[in-house]
Structures are given as C-alpha cells and as structure tokens.
C-alpha cells in the first residue's frame, strides 16, 4: 500500500514541521509498506527527509520502503511565480560588494525581482550611517550603495520579508543566525545562497559545510556562490567570476532566476551542480592562502611559492576525495577552484595576516584585528577544523602542508618547519 502525500507536505517538507506533520499520520504510515513523498528536487533536501524518517519517527517495522518523488518544485519556491524579494544577511565587506551588486540587478529584471533589497547590518550605529551617507565605511567604504538597497537592523524583518535570502556572514557566526532567524523564517518558504567559505565539525565529529548548516536548522533549499571574488575588487567594478550552486538542481527557471540575481557585464557566474565541492573548494583554498602568505613572510620567491600553491591543491583534491568521494575533478578548474586559490594566494586577507605572523610574536587574532579592523579571517578556523577532521580519520600524515598550516597559526610549530612539510606532503 503506498501513501501519497503529494504537494500536501509543501512547506513541512522544508521545516521542521515535517516530523510534526509525519507523526500526525502515524496510524496510516505505520501500516504502509511504502511511503510516497513529493518533494523538491534539491539532493541535501531528499537526503534530510530520509534521515528523519529513519531515525527520528518510528514507523514500525512495516515500512521497508521511501519514495522520494524529485519531479515537483512545490508553488512557495516555484521560481516562476510572483516577484520575489532578496534579503542580504551580513554587512561585511562582501555582503557591502553583493548587496551592491544585487541592488543594480534587482533594478534591471523587475519582472523578476521586487526593487528594494534588504540589507541586514547587525551594528545599528553603522546602519544609521549606510542609510544616510549610503557607505559601509567599517568594511568597505570605496563605493556609494545603489538607493534601493535598505539597510535594516530588525533580522526578524529582513528574513520574514525575503523570498531569496543571500547568507553572507563570516561562517563562524553562521549557526548563530540561523538559530536567530529559525522563527521569522517559518512564514515565508523562501531559498537561501550561501556566500560564506569555511567548514564545521558537528557533534558527532563529522565535517559540515555552510548550506548544509542552513538546511539542517531553516529546511530551506540552500545554493552556494563561491569564486575569486575579492570584495573591493568586485565593487570597483573590476571583471570577476564566480561558480553558482542552483538550490534547486535541475531547476532551470530557478537557474535563470539566480542567473540575473547576480551576474552582469562585469560579473559572470557559471553553474555547477557539484556543490560539496565547491563549496569546500571556498574553503579550503583560505588554508592554501595562509600557507602562500607564511612563505611570503619567510621570505621566499615565486619558486617556493609555486611549489606551496601546488601543494595546497593537491591536498585539497585529497581531502575532497576523501569526504565527498563523488566529487569531479572539472570542479577545481571552475572559478571556485583554481581561480578563487590563485587571487586569495595573491591579494586576500588570510595571506596578509599569515605573512605578518612571521615577522610578529603576536597571535594571530591579534593580527587579525590589527590589520583588518573588524573583518574576520576564515583560514584559521578552517585549518583547525581541519586538522580535526583528519585527526579523527588518522590522515593527518597524509596532509602533512595542512597540518602545519594549523600548527603555524597556533603557535605549536615553527614556520621554518613549512618547507619540511611541503617537500613531505605525497
Ligand atoms: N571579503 C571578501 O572579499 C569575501 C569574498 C568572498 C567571500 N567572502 C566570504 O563572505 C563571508 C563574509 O565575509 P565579509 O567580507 O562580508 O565579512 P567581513 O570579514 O567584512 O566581517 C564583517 C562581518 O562580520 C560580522 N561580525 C563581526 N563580528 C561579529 C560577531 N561577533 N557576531 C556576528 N557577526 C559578526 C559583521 O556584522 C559583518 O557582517 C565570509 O565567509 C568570507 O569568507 C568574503
Ligand atoms: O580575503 P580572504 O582571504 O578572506 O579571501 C576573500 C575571498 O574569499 C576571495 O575570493
């Protein structure tokens, strides 16, 4: 006997009102064979839907089998419906950049898009002055913000407001603005991008990346924008590209959709569907950045450079075969992988902090606040995650660049003792 519950679950699908909703048709589901859900098409989606009903509800032993119909998008997030709304969490240096970049876009495609963007600035003193002077001038003052772009301080307005929410906080504080958002999101059933670049080990020891972290709290479709995108650079106009993650895969009105949320003449995006890795790509390119920086600060040339930067990539294709084995090699050569690794080895923050480290016996928090006045590295976090994930796996010899990197930041290792560990790494 099968039960189909199609298009009924809509926004249970997405919340965490599935359990809820699932346990109230317990009697029917518990003496079923077969549990037919339609759902969207999104993999992290379908995955999340199995796991619940597996482990959290208890539905006897009848239940031996759980379709997940892939074929609907359901009407909330039906990308061909109604204009929608983007809220911009995060009024950092690249939110500032993307906001911007948004608010232009936006003002282009009103077909699409409804003209004003919410712009949440967590420092209230700051957002009085983006409102009237239109420049974030703690993060990124080179650029006046487009006048459709409204900074806010209410989380709660920005979220409930939005059908497209765009997470672009430092991913250290990621968890804490889902947890803020979880019941201003419960109205809408809008669809999140993640800009973030970093990694998390959940409770159980197990890596976590950005959207995932948004899935798991929110249950909203999460797609990812990541590429060598340095903020200024983007805002001064400069011609940067950058890899999307369509939220919902195969979706080609949302890929349009998202299509002209971002690009324009300056700012290319190409999809890719293989999201794990670029998003892990954003990452862990910051680890490779710091290593780049520290030779830089050893004094070394392009030569030992070079062979640091091709050392990084090669552990980075390790690693990201050893916690999403059906990774594609094609996604390193996209703009997330060889371009994003290239501009932060050259011109980004984790490399201007590392560099410093060696020539200071200050930590590198320390350094972080002394040179970036209020912006927030991801490398450092990143490393150490990482040197977690590969403890518990007992791989931390066969990424011995990686492990050094983390030691360095730290203060447990001695720089010099980089070159050791790039001549050593397989
Ligand atoms: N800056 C770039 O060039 C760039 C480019 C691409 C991707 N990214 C990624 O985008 C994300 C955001 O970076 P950014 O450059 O916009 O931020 P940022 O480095 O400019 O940091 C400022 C942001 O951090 C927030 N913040 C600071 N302290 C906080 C606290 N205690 N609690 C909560 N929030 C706090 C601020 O509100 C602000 O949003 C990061 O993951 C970064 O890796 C940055
Ligand atoms: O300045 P970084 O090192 O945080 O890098 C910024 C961006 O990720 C570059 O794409």
New binding site residues.
């Given amino acids: 006997m099968a039960i189909i519950l199609k298009n009924s679950l809509k926004l249970n699908v997405f919340h965490n009102k599935l359990s809820p909703f699932l346990r109230r048709r317990q009697s029917e589901t518990q003496t079923s064979s077969l549990l037919s859900l339609t759902t969207s098409s999104c993999g992290l989606i379908e995955s999340t839907i199995k796991d619940k009903l597996q482990t959290k509800l208890k539905f006897g032993n009848t239940l031996n089998k759980i379709e997940i119909t892939s074929s609907a998008v359901l009407e909330a997030n039906d990308c061909t419906k109604g204009r929608k709304s983007v809220g911009v969490l ?9 906001a911007d970049l948004i608010g232009r876009n936006v003002a282009k495609h009103k077909h699409l898009f409804h003209e004003e963007v919410l712009f949440y ?3 209230e003193s ?1 957002r009085l002055i983006i409102e009237k002077t239109r420049q974030n001038i ?3 003052s080179a650029i006046k913000l487009p006048l459709n772009v409204r900074p806010v301080s209410s989380l709660s307005d920005a979220v409930s407001k939005s059908d497209v929410l765009i997470f ?7 968890q ?2 889902c947890y803020a958002i979880n019941d201003s999101i419960s109205t809408r059933n809008p669809i999140g991008i993640s ?4 990694l998390h080990i959940d409770s159980a020891g197990n890596l976590e990346l ?1 959207s995932q972290i948004i899935h798991r709290m929110l249950g909203i479709p999460v797609g990812v924008l ?2 060598a ?6 805002a001064q106009r400069q011609y940067s590209e950058a890899t999307l993650v369509n939220p919902l895969t195969n979706d080609k009105n949302c890929e349009e959709l998202f299509r002209c949320l971002f690009e324009c003449n300056l700012f290319r995006v190409s999809f890719c569907n293989d999201g794990p890795t670029v998003e892990m790509c ?2 862990l390119k ?1 680890i490779v950045a710091i290593g780049c920086g520290l030779v830089d600060g050893l004094g070394y040339g392009m030569n030992t450079k070079a062979a640091a930067l091709s050392c990084g990539v090669r552990e980075m294709i390790r690693f990201v075969e050893v916690f999403h084995p059906k990774y594609e090699l094609s996604t390193f050569f996209q703009n997330c992988g060889i371009g ?1 690794i290239i501009a932060s080895s050259f011109g ?2 984790n490399r201007k902090v590392s560099e410093a480290l060696i020539k200071s016996s200050k930590s590198i928090e320390m350094l972080e606040k002394q040179l ?1 006045r ?5 490398g450092p976090q990143t490393a150490h995650v990482v040197y977690q994930l590969l403890q518990n796996k007992q791989l931390l010899n066969e990424f011995p660049f990686f492990s050094a990197i983390h030691r360095i930041c730290n203060r447990t290792m001695d720089p010099k003792d980089l070159i050791q560990a790039i001549k050593s790494s397989p």
């Fill in positions: 995060g009024g950092g240096a690249w939110g500032t950049a993307i600035v967590r420092d700051l703690r993060y990124l672009v906080i430092p991913h250290q504080y990621l804490d603005l800009l973030s670049k970093g950005n990541s590429g995108n340095i903020a200024i650079e983007v954003g990452a910051n994003d980004g923050r970036l209020g912006q927030k590295l991801q």
